[in-house]
């Protein structure tokens, strides 16, 4: 099962950037789709970005549209999250997630890295 690991979050004020990052491990025949979703206390999980293994295809949620950039190193097994115009609303733990259309290879969630955004 690939294994993932978040890091790179932290305070910022609004109008602020950052980045976070996702480092998956514990796979070798497998490629996966990395998506981010991200909570806030007391609401539902909801989608952020997701960037395609295979071509590197990515899609936004319409809220960070224009202000967030995925992207990936395919030989690091890495994808970052480059969030710029940070705003109060995108404050939420944010979680990585790996998805894979071949059946063999399990998917799996990252245990989250905190973003808060102070106005």
């Known amino acids: 099962q690939v294994h993932l690991v978040e890091s790179g979050g932290g305070s910022v004020q609004a109008g602020g950037s950052l980045r976070v990052s996702c480092a998956a491990s514990?796979?070798?025949?497998?490629?996966?789709?990395m998506s981010w979703y991200r909570q806030a206390p007391g609401k539902e999980r909801e989608f952020v970005s997701s960037?395609?293994?295979?071509?590197?295809?990515?899609n936004y949620a319409d809220y960070v549209k224009g202000r967030f950039t995925n992207s990936q190193d395919k030989a690091k097994k890495t994808v970052y999250l480059q969030m710029n115009s940070l705003k109060p609303e995108d404050t939420a733990m944010y979680y990585c997630?790996?998805?894979?259309?071949?059946?063999?290879?399990?998917?799996?969630w990252g245990q989250g890295t905190q973003v808060t955004v102070s106005s």
């Open positions: 960037i395609a293994a295979d071509d590197g295809s990515t």
């Open positions: 997630k790996a998805e894979s259309v071949y059946s063999w290879c399990q998917g799996s």
């Open positions: 514990g796979y070798t025949d497998c490629s996966y789709d």
